[in-house]
T-cell receptor, first 114, second 117 residues
Framework: GQSLEQPSEVTAVEGAIVQINCTYQ??????LSWYQQHDGGAPTFLSY????GLEETGRFSSFLSRSDSYGYLLLQELQMKDSASYFC???????????????FGQGTTLQVKP | DAGVIQSPRHEVTEMGQEVTLRCKPI?????LFWYRQTMMRGLELLIY????????DSGMPEDRFSAKMPNASFSTLKIQPSEPRDSAVYFC???????????????FGPGTRLTVL
């Protein structure tokens, strides 16, 4: 089977750093993605890790450890606008030339307080 | 590019009625995905297409759901007959192919909020 685990809620204050963890169990694995979704909006892409290590994009960083089936999203210098849901997603192997599909976790709701 | 376009944005219907949701993917994208999002079940993949061909429909809940992609710029998701438990937000998403762009990034449409009474 396939499963992704991430915390359901996280609360932090403006200016702080927060880490959202994701553990996964899937058959066939290409990489780990992170998406952000504001209330009432559509998910938007944040990052993708195919290899072990840390990828940094501005205030956001994403980490992957393939051997541990674990990754995290790190948000620095939190702003009120970062209040949203964050989803980790695994891209599963699709076979032959197919690049596979995304399986999403249940999402973590981040609340940033003043 | 206008991004992924979905219509209608909101749909309210009565149980038993047919519902058709529409999607126009980003031009040049090879993959199209239909998702359903509810509080209880999260974001579920229903079906996806590659070059207009259905690849995996294992997420389609039952025979009442069907999806088509007659050409590269249009797809429909149909529910017939609709039931109250189908109430959800339905997202369409598209993604480039392996040769044409960053195929790791999926672009979502604004979604259709469906309410079945």
């Amino acid at each position: 089977g396939q499963s992704l685990e991430q915390p359901s809620e996280v609360t932090a204050v403006e200016g702080a750093i927060v880490q959202i963890n994701c553990t996964y169990q899937t058959s066939g694995f290409y990489g780990l993605s992170w998406y952000q979704q504001h209330d009432g909006g559509a998910p938007t892409f944040l990052s993708y890790n195919a290899l072990d290590g840390l990828e940094e994009t501005g205030r956001f960083s994403s980490f992957l450890s393939r051997s541990d089936s674990y990754g995290y999203l790190l948000l620095q210098e939190l702003q009120m606008k970062d209040s949203a849901s964050y989803f980790c997603a695994v891209r599963e192997f699709g076979g032959s030339s197919n690049t596979g599909k995304l399986i999403f976790g249940q999402g973590t709701t981040l609340q940033v307080k003043p | 590019d206008a991004g992924v376009i979905q219509s209608p944005r909101h749909e309210v219907t009565e149980m038993g009625q047919e519902v058709t949701l529409r999607c126009k993917p980003i031009s040049g994208h090879d993959y199209l995905f239909w998702y359903r999002q509810t509080m209880m079940r999260g974001l579920e993949l229903l079906i996806y297409f590659n070059n207009n061909v259905p690849i995996d429909d294992s997420g389609m809940p039952e025979d009442r759901f069907s999806a088509k992609m007659p050409n590269a710029s249009f797809s429909t998701l149909k529910i017939q007959p609709s039931e109250p438990r189908d109430s959800a937000v339905y997202f369409c998403a598209s993604r480039p192919g392996i040769r044409t762009g960053n195929y790791n990034e999926q672009f979502f449409g604004p979604g259709t909020r469906l309410t079945v009474l």
